[in-house]
Structures are given as C-alpha cells and as structure tokens.
C-alpha cells in the first residue's frame, strides 16, 4: 500500500540516522510492528521511501500520511 506525507515526519533509517520526509513524498511497504524492547515505542511504521528502509513510531506515522491506492 502506497502512502503520501502530508505533513513533515522524522523517520529514522538502519543505522539509526535522522531523515526528514516532507509533504509529497511517497512511501511503500508500510507494516506495523510491534516492539518488545523496553523503554521504546511500542509499536512503530516500517517503510520504504526511495527504496531506503525507514521506522518512525506510528502514533507519529499515521496522522502524517494518507492512503493513495487501496489493496483490494
């Protein structure tokens, strides 16, 4: 499912580095997932964006992004 930033987001790439999506970017593969190491999030976004694998928490993720095709 392909979805567009409509808002700025920091997403955080493998080796732990900051990168700051703005408005019209276009990601891909999102998934939920669910962390059992303590003191961090609970549940994050993983993605794709110009094909870097990204994660950000997803109370952060979803308000800032919207659906552009659907999956059926």
């Known amino acids: 499912m392909k979805r567009e930033i409509v808002g700025l987001l920091n997403a955080h790439d493998r080796a732990g580095g900051n990168v700051l999506l ?3 970017a276009v990601v891909d593969g999102f998934r939920i ?3 059992a190491v303590p003191g961090s999030e609970t549940y994050v976004a993983e993605f794709e964006c110009e094909r870097i694998p990204l ?12 659906i552009l095709e659907s999956c059926a």
């Open 55 to 66: 994660t950000c928490p997803l109370y952060a993720f979803l308000p800032r992004t919207r």
């Open 22 to 24: 703005r408005s019209g």
């Open 33 to 35: 997932v669910r962390c």
